[in-house]
């Protein structure tokens, strides 16, 4: 039930794109993704639900196919802030649950 | 708004003793949940309340964990008697309506079962 997460750990300089893969097994009803800081709570990026949708704040975006069952995360420019583990969560169809992947260590240099 | 408050921030305590977390919600949320992080399992749901009613505790790892939710602003998990495997970082995060709205996570309590 847990969703799986691609790449687990991926390391860019300053200005450099990223994706963040997300998968299930299960039909879903919605995608959430979330930033943790080491030694900090995870913080709410964006919530997408079913119907394809698309969103993006600032160069932070995310897409959901919910045929595919996979949400991915783009992060365009990265800045050093960008660093962190995110993580998306997944509730599936008909579900009460929020089952989250184990997480993508981002790490920007300069 | 204050954001999700959580008390204590560390706690360290010797196998077999009990131990409370508590947690206050944002206020107008309707949705209280607990999680638990380790290195090995990540973040696991532990229970869930909606409208102070337990929706979903599946995730409760055995009977000497236990969870309660009085009122709308406050919440409690306690463990009895702690195990050395209990430790992690456990978070409380409120929402406005279930999985439906983004949730706001506590600083979390980390605990330590010695």
């Known amino acids: 039930q847990q969703p799986v997460q691609s790449p687990q750990a991926v390391i860019l300089r300053e200005g450099e794109d990223a994706v963040i893969n997300c998968s299930s097994s299960k039909a879903l009803y919605s995608v959430h993704w979330y930033r943790q800081k080491h030694g900090e709570a995870p913080v709410f990026l964006m919530i997408l639900l079913k119907g394809g949708e698309q969103k993006g704040h600032d160069k932070i975006s995310a897409s959901f196919n919910e045929k595919k069952q996979q949400s991915s995360l783009y992060l365009t420019a990265s800045q050093l802030s960008y660093s962190g583990t995110y993580f998306c969560?997944?509730?599936?169809?008909?579900?009460?649950?929020?089952?989250f992947g184990t997480g993508t260590r981002l790490t920007v240099i300069p | 708004d204050a954001g999700v408050i959580q008390s204590p921030r560390h706690e360290v305590t010797e196998m077999g003793q009990e131990v409370t977390l508590r947690c206050k919600p944002i206020s107008g949320h309707n949705s209280l949940f607990w999680y638990r992080q380790t290195m090995m399992r990540g973040l696991e749901l532990l229970i869930y309340?909606?409208?102070?009613?337990?929706?979903?505790d599946s995730g409760m790892p055995e009977d000497r964990f236990s969870a309660k939710m009085p009122n709308a602003s406050f919440s409690t998990l306690k463990i009895q008697p702690s195990e050395p495997r209990d430790s992690a970082v456990y978070f409380c995060?409120?929402?406005?309506?279930?999985?439906?709205?983004?949730?706001?996570f506590g600083n979390g309590t980390r605990l330590t079962v010695t």
């Open positions: 995060a409120s929402s406005l309506r279930e999985y439906d709205s983004p949730l706001h």
């Open positions: 969560g997944t509730v599936q169809t008909g579900a009460n649950n929020l089952f």
């Open positions: 309340f909606n409208n102070n009613v337990p929706i979903d």
